[in-house]
C-alpha cells in the first residue's frame, strides 16, 4: 500500500468518526427537544417562577423571572428583606439589604454569572449559530440509569457538560469545569422532579453543588408562562 492510499484512508476513517460523532449529537438533542418540549419552548417570551430556596436548613421565599432575549430578576426574601439581582440585556445590578438600599452595578463575574441565567433556553439551543463546540463525550451509568454527556465548549476556559438521561431524555446534571486541561469541576447542578406545564418539561427541583456539597436547593412550586405585566422588573435604577 502506498503512501498516498495510506493518506487517503486516514482521511476518509476521520471524516467517517468526525461524521458519526455529528449524527450522535444531532441525535441526542433531537430526542432531548423532542422530550423537553423545546418547540413550544421557543414560543415563550417569558418565564415566571417562584419557590424556596433551602441554604443551611433556612427557606427563603424567592421569585425569578426572564423574559427574552436575556433579561432576568431574581428576588430572595431574607427575613422580611429583598436581595434583588437583575439584568435588562444591557447592564446588571444589585439591591443587598445589609449594604443598604442603594443598589450597586454588576460588573465581571457577577455579571457574567447572571447573564448565564438569563437565557430562557439552555445552551444546548442553537449552539452552531452560537459558534460554540459540543461533542458527545461519552456515557455514564449511576444505579439503573445511563447518562449520554455532551460536552458544550464556548470559549477556552468555559467548559460544560450536560448528562443526558438516555430513559427520560430529560438533563440530569449539568457540570461546570474551570478549564479543559486542568477539567476541575467548579459546580454541578442537579435537576429532578420534572413536570409537565403548558406541554414543556420543567424540573422543580435543583439542587446546587460545589466542591460536592450542597450549597442550596431550590424547590420551585410554581411556573407562569407569558404572564408578566410588570415591566419595571428590567427598569435599571442606576
Given at each position: ?42 414560543n415563550v417570551r417569558s418565564v415566571r417562577s417562584s419557590g424556596k ?80 463546540e459540543l461533542d458527545f463525550v461519552g456515557r455514564e451509568s449511576s ?31 449539568m457540570a461546570m469545569y474551570s478549564g479543559f486541561e486542568g477539567n ?55
Amino acid at each position: 500500500m502506498n503512501k498516498i492510499t495510506i493518506l487517503f484512508l486516514f482521511a476518509f476513517f476521520a471524516w467517517i468518526t468526525q461524521d458519526s460523532k455529528a449524527q450522535t449529537v444531532d441525535q441526542i438533542l433531537q430526542n432531548h427537544f423532542e422530550a423537553s418540549g423545546q418547540e413550544k419552548l421557543s414560543n415563550v417570551r417569558s418565564v415566571r417562577s417562584s419557590g424556596k430556596a433551602i441554604q443551611m436548613g433556612t427557606e427563603l421565599p424567592f421569585l425569578q423571572v426572564q423574559k427574552r432575549p436575556d433579561q432576568i430578576y431574581l428576588e430572595l426574601d431574607i427575613q422580611g428583606d429583598r436581595m434583588i439581582q437583575a439584568y435588562n440585556g444591557r447592564e446588571g445590578w444589585s439591591v443587598e439589604p445589609w449594604l443598604g438600599s442603594e443598589p450597586r452595578e454588576l460588573k465581571g463575574p457577577e455579571l457574567n454569572n447572571l447573564k448565564q441565567m438569563a437565557g430562557v433556553d439552555s445552551d444546548l439551543v442553537g449552539w452552531r449559530e452560537k459558534g460554540h463546540e459540543l461533542d458527545f463525550v461519552g456515557r455514564e451509568s449511576s444505579g439503573s440509569s445511563e447518562y449520554l454527556i455532551l460536552e458544550l465548549t464556548k470559549e477556552k476556559d468555559e467548559i460544560y457538560r450536560f448528562y443526558i438521561d438516555s430513559g427520560s431524555w430529560l438533563i440530569h446534571k449539568m457540570a461546570m469545569y474551570s478549564g479543559f486541561e486542568g477539567n476541575n469541576v467548579e459546580g454541578e447542578t442537579i435537576m429532578s422532579d420534572y413536570r409537565r406545564v403548558g406541554g414543556i418539561s420543567l424540573p422543580f427541583r435543583i439542587e446546587i453543588r460545589y466542591g460536592g456539597e450542597t450549597l442550596m436547593t431550590n424547590i420551585i412550586d410554581e411556573v407562569e408562562f407569558d404572564g408578566i405585566s410588570e415591566e419595571n422588573y428590567f427598569t435599571s435604577p442606576l
